[in-house]
């Protein structure tokens, strides 16, 4: 009996071999960890040519297919991570492709070589403003994940009466259609009779979230803009339809409040840096809504 015991105990001191797959996938950029998981399930994902399952653990010899295009693994594309802040206009859609031949929030964003961008959330094609990418899988899935607790604040114009009592019941939080949500905060901005400007927080980012707490007071919101996502503001020198990439001091912060370690930006030639340059001056290839008008600084808590 004893043996036995202590064999089991030995098996279970071994050490696991290799790194989750769906982390590495993330990190390497193609996608989010949750959107990684969601291949796996539909059988996209194959290591050494057999289907892999959640969870399972490679390391550097396995040989990683996706949708059956191999997977290169050097240690570059592996370990990059850049952020891009983009001023969102109403009409884009956050799909890469969209049936219906809508703009979408990808058209503008510079082409990379190695992984691809990944967007931080959603915001629905009639709301404006701060939109994050990333190339880095495993930070998307970190300022995604409600563990994190990163708020979000919105400008929003609402048309309808607004009282203290309807933002306290907003504050303390109402029920939707698919379970409880309420308001961080709520600061009233500005503007005339029924139609009125307030900065909101919250600290998740479901469908329509803003819009449908709103709603479920009678009220309609008519203007919808997002003007900061945990420590990233948007600010005035970034015109709408257009972007930048996070400097390293920015991206050392946003890293730091999700709890990965800092990690150096990737060296660029001078023809590529020139090159982004140009790309983020150019004009919107679509027109774009007169932006919302903001308060000034975050909402108190």
């Known amino acids: 009996m004893n043996d036995q015991n202590t064999n089991e105990q030995s098996e279970s001191q071994i050490p696991v071999s290799g790194e ?6 993330a990190r390497m950029g193609l996608g989010s960890r949750r959107e ?6 539909a059988g996209r994902v194959l290591v050494n040519g057999e289907p892999a399952t959640l ?24 370990v990059l991570r850049r952020v891009m802040i983009y001023n969102k206009p109403e009409g884009e859609v956050c799909t890469r492709d969209d049936p219906e031949g809508r703009p979408t929030v990808f058209d503008r964003l510079p ?11 959603r915001l629905d094609i009639n709301t404006s403003g701060l939109l994050l990418f990333t190339t880095d899988g495993e930070l998307a899935n970190r300022l995604m994940h409600p563990s994190w607790q990163m708020d979000r604040e919105y400008a929003v114009r609402v048309m309808g009466e607004v009282d203290e009592e309807m933002i306290e019941r907003l504050k303390q939080g109402v029920m939707l259609e698919d379970g409880p949500a309420r308001f961080t905060d709520v600061v009233s901005s500005g503007g005339d009779g ?11 980012g479901r469908n329509r979230e803003v819009r449908r707490l709103w709603e479920s007071q009678g009220v309609r919101v008519s203007r919808l803009k997002r003007v900061r996502f945990g420590p990233v503001f948007l600010g005035a020198e970034l015109p709408v339809g257009r972007w930048r ?30 090159r982004l340059k140009r790309l983020s001056r150019k004009p919107s290839m679509h027109k774009a809504a007169r932006p919302s008008p903001r308060g000034k600084g975050k909402p108190g808590r």
């Open 194 to 204: 029924i139609n009125r400007w307030y900065h909101v927080c919250l600290v998740e």
């Open 55 to 78: 969870g399972c653990r490679v390391d550097s010899l396995d040989q990683i297919t996706v949708d059956g295009r191999p997977l290169r693994r050097d240690l570059g594309a592996e």
């Open 111 to 121: 082409r990379l070589k190695h992984g691809r961008w990944i967007n931080v959330g």
């Open 245 to 274: 990439e996070m400097k390293q001091n920015e991206l050392d912060t946003l890293s730091l409040e999700v709890g990965l370690q800092p990690m150096a930006l990737p060296q660029m030639k001078t023809e590529e840096k020139e």
């Open 20 to 25: 989750k797959l769906q982390k590495v996938l």
């Open 36 to 41: 990684v998981e969601t291949w796996i399930g």
